[in-house]
């Protein structure tokens, strides 16, 4: 049985969405790395000893749902983890979602155009090998930990996930 669920992936890849989805299904509850790096979010950033502090108690929980973007200071999510999942989708699909996800969310939060054009540029260097905060140190992470992964690519392949999740 799954109890604790790691989603990675690129910004706009669709991991808050995901987790969503599967905490309905199990009756589990996810937790967003964001508001643990920030303690407003998108706007002020945690320490990094209070952060370890929250995310170390986030991992003693009996069950989670884990999602996020991070590669420094999340292996102890992914080494508790009974599943990771690694949504994979192209960089377009994510600008175009993180563009929208921008629009949608105007004025509720603290992001400005300069937060944006940040993630863009996450989006467009997460493939690259030089990048130390994406594709490459996430694949390591879940190797580095035998993690059990399951890599989806396309939004056929989350539903097909999800409808075998509720049988």
Same mark, same amino acid.
């Given at each position: 049985m799954v109890r604790r669920v790691y989603i990675l992936?690129?910004? !706009? *890849? !669709?991991k808050?969405? &995901?987790?969503?989805?599967? *905490?309905?299904?199990?009756k589990i509850p996810h937790y967003d790395l964001d508001d643990i790096f920030f303690y407003r979010k998108y706007d002020k950033k945690r320490?990094?000893?209070? @952060? /370890?502090?929250l995310f170390e108690n986030l991992c003693k929980k009996k069950k989670w749902i884990l999602e996020g973007a991070y590669s420094s200071w999340v292996d102890k999510g992914?080494?508790? *983890?009974?599943l990771v999942?690694?949504? /994979?989708?192209?960089?377009?699909?994510?600008?175009? %979602?993180? &563009?929208? %996800?921008?629009?949608? @969310?105007?004025g509720k939060h603290? /992001?400005?155009w300069k937060d944006f054009l940040v993630l863009l540029r996450h989006i467009k260097r997460y493939k690259s090998k030089r990048y130390t905060k994406?594709?490459?140190? #996430?694949?390591? &992470?879940?190797?580095? #930990?035998?993690?059990?992964? &399951?890599?989806?690519?396309?939004?056929?392949?989350?539903?097909k996930f999800l409808k075998n999740l509720k049988t």
């Open positions: 992936g690129n910004s !706009g *890849s !669709g808050s969405y &995901l987790a969503k989805k599967i *905490s309905k299904i199990l320490s990094e000893k209070n @952060r /370890e502090k992914i080494k508790k *983890s009974d999942i690694f949504l /994979e989708v192209p960089s377009y699909k994510a600008a175009y %979602r993180t &563009l929208k %996800r921008f629009k949608k @969310r105007k603290k /992001e400005t994406g594709y490459y140190q #996430h694949k390591t &992470l879940i190797q580095q #930990h035998k993690a059990k992964a &399951l890599y989806l690519k396309s939004k056929k392949e989350i539903n």
